[in-house]
T-cell receptor
Framework: DADVTQTPRNRITKTGKRIMLECSQT?????MYWYRQDPGLGLRLIYY???????NKGEISDGYSVSRQAQAKFSLSLESAIPNQTALYFC????????????FGEGSRLTVL | GIQVEQSPPDLILQEGANSTLRCNFS?????LQWFHQNPWGQLINLFY???GTKQNGRLSATTVATERYSLLYISSSQTTDSGVYFC?????????????FGTGTRLQVTL
């Protein structure tokens, strides 16, 4: 089993619908992140959390919200999905006691029609 | 914020050839990683290399922090090396820390 698990892996939805992407990890890391990948643009940070009580906006947080339910769980919500949120979403973790190495989940492909 | 540029943007190799991918960054960094994204979209850590040289099988990486660049070497390329290679850097600011990604080098290895 993967150390960082994302669900769902693929989702097609319609404009205006609420969507939640979930991430769970077994690495025991305090730090968790949500990234978005668009073709030709690399990965951009949406939100990050350094512990259960710490939530921070990344460079493209508008239209998204997150919840850190536990050390091992970090979910990303789109309250009212729009077509330009169609992208590949990645959850990642890192160990604050380590060098900062980032470990990614397998990605969630979201299509908003 | 830090700017990260990768070159070349696209690369086609015949199986068995060697290649060098480059990552330039605009400021001093404390963290630099190379990732491979396979054709199925999975992101795999290749190297954590803020400075110095590391090798792992046919892959090696060198970061010259003082000159703000890193190189990823792929020797004897195989079709399974195809995908996109990303460089990501981070400069610790004392509070928040997060990686900034380049736009990647897309590699296609042909038979």
């Amino acid at each position: 089993d993967a150390d960082v698990t994302q669900t769902p892996r693929n989702r097609i939805t319609k404009t205006g619908k609420r969507i939640m992407l979930e991430c769970s990890q077994t690495k025991g890391h305090d730090r968790m992140y949500w990234y978005r990948q668009d073709p030709g643009l690399g990965l951009r940070l949406i939100y990050y959390s350094f512990d259960v009580k710490d939530i921070n906006k990344g460079e493209i947080s508008d239209g998204y919200s997150v919840s850190r339910q536990a050390q091992a769980k970090f979910s990303l919500s789109l309250e009212s999905a729009i077509p330009n949120q169609t992208a590949l979403y990645f959850c990642a973790t890192s160990d604050p006691g380590g060098p900062g190495e980032l470990f990614f989940g397998e990605g969630s492909r979201l299509t908003v029609l | 914020g830090i700017q990260v540029e990768q070159s070349p943007p696209d690369l086609i190799l015949q199986e068995g050839a060697n290649s060098t991918l480059r990552c330039n960054f605009s400021d001093s960094v404390n963290n630099l990683q190379w990732f491979h994204q396979n054709p199925w979209g999975q992101l795999i850590n290749l190297f954590y290399i803020p400075s110095g040289t590391k090798q792992n099988g046919r892959l090696s990486a060198t970061t010259v922090a003082t000159e703000r660049y890193s190189l990823l070497y792929i020797s004897s390329s195989q079709t399974t090396d195809s995908g996109v290679y990303f460089c990501a850097v981070e400069r610790f600011t004392g509070t928040a820390s997060k990686l900034t990604f380049g736009t990647g080098t897309r590699l296609q290895v042909t038979l």
